[in-house]
């Protein structure tokens, strides 16, 4: 639907769309006000968002990119195989909060508590250019992005990540040539804390689901992990790498973002026509230092299949692109610097501080 089609106020478009991708049906033109909707669900039980972000010029939940992407078109490509195509974001928790910018923009503690990494300013109030003045918890201070997710709790104490987490930069695509940096700006949530079980286990970005020892492939927490100090629970999680080139947000969070497609034909992966840009493709992927009896082990958004994460960028520019042209669009498996140890021919794109040469 064009922009210019749109009937209905921003304020009951917004909602209407926000309710819908939680579950909670759809609100029509008579729906009650915003301020006085809510969603009551675990995790979710305040009103719907009523604000906006200070990026949406018009408060309808859509924020253009400026400049769009053009005339592109989904590569079909399929350049000289290569086994990897990526590169590592390490970054280490910097605090918790029951904010989420994305999706209750300017309204502190509405949110179910989130686990943030990466930008250590990120809050209810965070923009764009907020970020791009914060700090970082990341080993590359030119990754200022905001990453985060809901919780983990073991009865009512936190268990958070230690250390550096593995956050994947990858191609999604079978032309991992054609992959280019993400805007600046850009957002999107990656699941659903109102998915189903069997929808958390059939998201295209299920990797492993939640895994300790030898148990793999879990939707929810196991009821007991091995009681071992080198085990830890962990999951891994893929995000869309497909966009419209149109906007950073969209009021559902997620419609300017897909997943690849398989081209007809072929085994080939590639950008769907309504969504051509290759972008890298986050993988993340998460320890928690918890195990032996896990039976009162939860995430702030409910059970374990309402795992949700929500990515903000606000890399510095020149450095993603650095790392994007050197590591995905080369070819190579980079660590945070860019260095791939089985190609030390090829370099890194960044220097031993993790900053550009």
Same mark, same amino acid.
């Given at each position: 639907?064009s922009?210019?089609?749109?009937?209905?106020?921003?304020v009951?478009?917004?909602?209407?769309?926000?309710?819908?991708?939680?579950?909670?049906?759809t609100?029509?033109a008579a729906?009650a006000?915003?301020?006085?909707a809510t969603a009551?669900?675990q995790?979710?039980?305040?009103?719907?968002?009523?604000?906006?972000s200070?990026?949406?010029?018009?408060?309808?939940?859509?924020i253009?990119? #400026?400049?769009p992407?053009?005339g592109a078109?989904?590569?079909?490509q399929d350049?000289p195989h290569?086994?990897f195509?990526?590169?590592?974001?390490?970054?280490?928790?910097?605090?918790t909060?029951?904010?989420?910018p994305?999706?209750?923009?300017q309204?502190p503690?509405?949110s179910?508590?989130?686990?943030?990494m990466?930008n250590t300013?990120?809050n209810?109030?965070?923009?764009?250019?907020?970020?791009?003045?914060?700090?970082t918890?990341?080993k590359?201070?030119?990754?200022l992005?905001?990453?985060?997710?809901p919780?983990?709790?073991n009865?009512d104490r936190?268990?958070l990540?230690?250390?550096?987490?593995v956050?994947?930069?990858k191609a999604g695509v079978?032309?991992?040539?054609s992959v280019?940096p993400?805007?600046?700006?850009?957002?999107f949530?990656?699941g659903n804390?109102?998915q189903?079980?069997d929808?958390f286990r059939?998201?295209?970005g299920?990797?492993?689901g939640?895994?300790?020892?030898?148990?793999?492939?879990n939707t929810?927490?196991?009821?007991?992990c091995?009681?071992r100090?080198?085990v830890?629970?962990?999951i891994?999680?893929?995000?869309?790498s497909?966009?419209d080139?149109?906007?950073?947000d969209?009021?559902d969070?997620?419609?300017h973002m897909?997943?690849?497609?398989?081209?007809?034909?072929t #085994?080939d992966?590639m950008?769907?026509a309504?969504?051509?840009?290759?972008?890298?493709?986050?993988?993340?992927?998460m320890?928690f230092?918890?195990n032996g009896?896990?039976?009162?082990?939860?995430l702030?958004s409910?059970?374990g299949?309402?795992?949700?994460y929500?990515?903000f #960028?606000?890399?510095d520019d020149r450095?993603?692109?650095?790392?994007v042209?050197?590591?995905i669009v080369g070819?190579?498996?980079c660590?945070?610097?860019?260095?791939?140890?089985?190609h030390?021919?090829?370099?890194?794109?960044l220097?031993?501080?993790?900053r550009?040469?």
């Amino acid at each position: 639907m064009s922009r210019s089609s749109k009937i209905l106020p921003g304020v009951l478009i917004t909602s209407a769309l926000l309710l819908t991708s939680i579950g909670l049906g759809t609100v029509g033109a008579a729906s009650a006000p915003r301020a006085t909707a809510t969603a009551a669900h675990q995790g979710h039980g305040t009103a719907v968002s009523t604000a906006a972000s200070p990026e949406d010029p018009d408060g309808d939940g859509y924020i253009p990119a #400026n400049p769009p992407v053009t005339g592109a078109a989904p590569s079909t490509q399929d350049p000289p195989h290569r086994y990897f195509h990526e590169f590592q974001a390490n970054c280490s928790v910097s605090h918790t909060r029951p904010d989420d910018p994305i999706v209750y923009p300017q309204q502190p503690g509405k949110s179910h508590d989130h686990t943030f990494m990466g930008n250590t300013t990120t809050n209810a109030g965070s923009t764009t250019a907020s970020l791009s003045a914060g700090g970082t918890t990341c080993k590359a201070p030119g990754d200022l992005s905001g990453y985060w997710m809901p919780t983990l709790y073991n009865g009512d104490r936190q268990i958070l990540p230690v250390g550096p987490q593995v956050i994947y930069y990858k191609a999604g695509v079978t032309d991992y040539t054609s992959v280019r940096p993400f805007p600046k700006g850009l957002r999107f949530v990656v699941g659903n804390p109102m998915q189903t079980a069997d929808e958390f286990r059939h998201h295209r970005g299920f990797v492993e689901g939640w895994e300790c020892g030898d148990s793999y492939f879990n939707t929810e927490f196991p009821a007991s992990c091995p009681d071992r100090a080198d085990v830890q629970l962990n999951i891994r999680f893929q995000a869309p790498s497909c966009w419209d080139g149109k906007y950073l947000d969209t009021p559902d969070h997620k419609s300017h973002m897909a997943y690849p497609v398989v081209r007809p034909g072929t #085994n080939d992966n590639m950008c769907p026509a309504d969504h051509p840009v290759a972008l890298p493709m986050i993988e993340f992927k998460m320890a928690f230092p918890v195990n032996g009896d896990m039976s009162q082990v939860r995430l702030a958004s409910g059970p374990g299949h309402s795992f949700h994460y929500d990515f903000f #960028n606000a890399w510095d520019d020149r450095t993603l692109k650095a790392l994007v042209d050197h590591c995905i669009v080369g070819g190579l498996q980079c660590d945070a610097r860019g260095y791939d140890q089985t190609h030390p021919e090829a370099g890194a794109a960044l220097n031993t501080d993790y900053r550009l040469p």
